[in-house]
């Protein structure tokens, strides 16, 4: 069994950065991929990023290549989203997610977080 725990996010105007976090709880999470997803009002819940347990393998999606860093430190169980250069496009839901299989599609995904609001204001 594995927790995630979200924390961060909230409201910032066009232009700004938020960090969000993660706390990784469970066992055998270092055998797991890491990473975020997004779930905007009305559409479907798709990737971010994601990360491997070592943190030197990254995959972002292209809208956000450039404007958001995926971290992990894993002597602490944390995973973080740092979000900059914020659009108003990038207000949702975010949901820190773990696959024993690797994550790529919503379904790929095992465990979730509760999930954390992002409001990008114009």
């Known amino acids: 069994q594995v927790q995630l725990v979200e924390s961060g996010g909230g409201l910032v105007q066009t232009g700004g950065s938020l960090r969000v976090s993660c706390a990784a709880s469970g066992r055998a999470i270092s055998t797991y991929a890491l990473g975020w997803f997004r779930q905007a009002p009305g559409k479907e819940r798709l990737i971010v990023g994601a990360?491997?347990?070592?943190?030197?393998?990254?995959y972002y999606t292209d809208s956000v290549k450039g404007r958001f860093t995926i971290s992990i430190d894993n002597a602490k169980n944390m995973l973080y989203l740092q979000m900059d250069s914020l659009k108003p496009e990038d207000t949702a839901v975010y949901y820190c997610?773990?696959?024993?299989?690797?994550?790529?599609?919503?379904?790929?995904?095992?465990?979730w977080g509760q999930g954390t609001q992002v409001t990008v204001s114009s």
């Open positions: 997610a773990a696959g024993a299989r690797g994550i790529y599609w919503a379904d790929d995904v095992d465990y």
């Open positions: 990360i491997n347990w070592s943190g030197d393998n990254t």
